[in-house]
C-alpha cells in the first residue's frame, strides 16, 4: 500500500526564508539523485513535509513510502518491524511478518527519530545500508533490499556522535546530504505567509469565508512571538482563532502559554531586528514586493526599536536614573533625554 496517502492533501514548504528557499532548492536538487538525506531540526518545524517533499519529487512516487517511527517501539519490536520474522520464528510469531524494508520496496524508507535508535540496531541498519541486504528473524533467504532511506530527527546528531549515543559510521551513511531546518523564531519572515496559507486553507476547510486574513496587528502580534512549538504550535493558534476570533484577548491568551521573548538580552535585540521585516511583512499581507522597500526609512525604524529596547532596558535596570544610565550607555545625559522623548520611552507605572 502507497502510506503516503494516508497523509492528507499535500502540503507546499512555504516561506520566503533564506532558509527554506535554499531547503526548496535542494529538494529539487536531491530528490532526484537518491543520495541518503537526513532531516534536522526541533519539534514542529517541517521534518516531515520536507521529507514528503523529497518523496513527490522523486522517482520513486507511486512506490510504496514507510515510515517508522524509532523512538515509539522498544528495541526487540522495532527490530522485527523494521526488519521481519517468519512463522514460527520464536514463540507467538504465528504468521510470517513483513518488515518495513520490505513494505518499502523500491519506494522510500522514512526513518523518524532516528537519534533515539539503540545502538546495537544502529549497528545492524549499518550493515544493511552497507550490504543491501538482510535476512528476516527465522528466514533462510537473504532479501535484497532497493530502497531510499532518508532519516529525520530532532536531536543534535552530531553531539550524540561526539558522546557515543549514535554511530559516527552510520552517521556518515546516512547524511550524504543534511538539511536543517531552522526554527521559527529564527526566520520570522516566514511567519506572516504561514499566517496567510494556513488561515486560508482552514478557513475554507471549515467553510468560514468571512475569515480570510488577519488584522495587521494580529499578524504583527503572532510574528514577534516565539513559537517553541514552531509551524505545528502556529496551526493550532490559527484554527483557534478560526473558530474563536481574533480579538486581543483571545490572541493574548492563546499566547499567554509560553515566552515571548528570550531571557538572553543580546538575542532579543536580534530577534527585535528582525521583527522589522515581519512587522513590514505584516503591513503588506505578506507580500514584500507591495511594501516600501526603501532601506534608509528600514534601516531608521530598525536602529529605534534596538535603540528603544536597550534604553528602556537601562533604564529600568538603574531604576529610572537617567544620568547612570547615560554613563553606561555612554552617551551625553543631553542625548539620552532627547531620545527618551524622540523615542517615546515612558518609565513603567511603579517608577513613573
Ligand atoms: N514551511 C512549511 N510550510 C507549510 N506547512 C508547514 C511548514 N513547516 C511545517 N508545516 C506544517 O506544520 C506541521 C508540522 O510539521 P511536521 O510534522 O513536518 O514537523 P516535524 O518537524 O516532523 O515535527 P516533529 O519533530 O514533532 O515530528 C505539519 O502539518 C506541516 O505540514
Ligand atoms: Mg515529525
Not at 66 to 80: F, G, H, I, R, Y
Not at 88 to 94: L, P, Y
Not at 222 to 246: A, D, H
Amino acid at each position: 500500500m502507497n502510506q503516503h496517502a494516508l497523509h492528507g492533501t499535500a502540503v507546499e514548504l512555504i516561506g520566503i526564508s533564506r532558509n527554506i528557499r535554499r531547503i526548496r532548492e535542494l529538494i529539487d536538487q536531491v530528490a532526484e539523485t537518491g543520495f541518503n538525506v537526513i532531516v534536522c531540526g526541533e519539534t514542529g518545524v517541517g521534518k516531515e513535509l520536507v521529507v514528503s517533499s523529497l518523496y513527490q519529487k522523486s522517482n520513486r512516487l507511486g512506490k510504496p513510502f514507510v515510515k517508522v517511527n524509532c523512538a515509539a517501539l522498544p528495541d526487540t519490536l522495532l527490530e522485527s518491524e523494521m526488519f521481519g520474522y517468519e512463522r514460527g520464528a520464536f514463540t507467538g510469531a504465528i504468521r510470517t511478518r513483513r518488515g518495513k524494508f520490505e513494505q518499502a520496496h523500491e519506494g522510500v524508507l522514512f526513518l523518524d527519530e532516528i537519534g533515539d535508535m539503540s545502538l546495537p540496531l544502529q549497528s545492524k541498519l549499518l550493515h544493511v545500508l552497507q550490504g543491501g541486504d538482510f535476512t528476516p528473524l527465522g528466514s533462510e533467504k537473504p532479501f535484497k533490499t532497493d530502497v531510499w532511506v532518508i532519516a529525520a530527527t530532532n536531536r543534535n546528531l552530531r553531539k550524540d556522535v561526539e558522546e557515543g549515543n549514535f554511530r559516527n559510521d552510520l552517521y556518515y551513511r546516512l547524511s550524504t546530504l543534511s538539511i536543517h531546518i531552522e526554527p521559527l523564531r529564527n526566520r520570522p519572515e516566514d511567519i506572516p505567509v504561514l499566517i496567510d496559507y494556513y488561515t486560508r486553507k482552514y478557513s475554507q476547510e471549515l467553510n468560514r469565508s468571512e475569515v480570510g486574513r488577519l488584522s495587521p496587528e494580529s499578524i504583527a502580534k503572532l510574528s514577534s512571538y516565539l513559537w517553541p512549538g514552531n509551524v505545528r504550535e502556529l496551526q493550532n493558534v490559527l484554527q483557534r482563532i478560526i473558530v474563536l476570533g481574533e480579538s486581543e484577548e483571545t490572541l493574548e491568551a492563546m499566547l499567554a502559554s509560553a515566552p515571548r521573548v528570550r531571557t538572553d538580552e543580546s538575542n532579543r535585540i536580534t530577534s527585535r531586528t528582525s521583527g522589522v521585516l515581519s512587522e513590514i511583512l505584516a503591513n503588506n499581507g505578506g507580500k514584500l514586493e507591495l511594501a516600501d522597500l526603501s532601506l534608509k526609512k528600514i534601516r531608521k525604524k530598525a536602529m529605534n526599536q534596538v535603540e528603544r529596547d536597550l534604553i528602556g532596558h537601562v533604564l529600568i535596570k538603574t531604576g529610572w536614573n537617567r544620568s547612570k544610565a547615560s554613563r553606561i550607555l555612554k552617551i551625553s545625559y543631553k542625548t539620552l533625554l532627547q531620545k527618551i522623548d524622540e523615542l517615546s520611552i515612558v518609565p513603567p507605572p511603579e517608577l513613573a
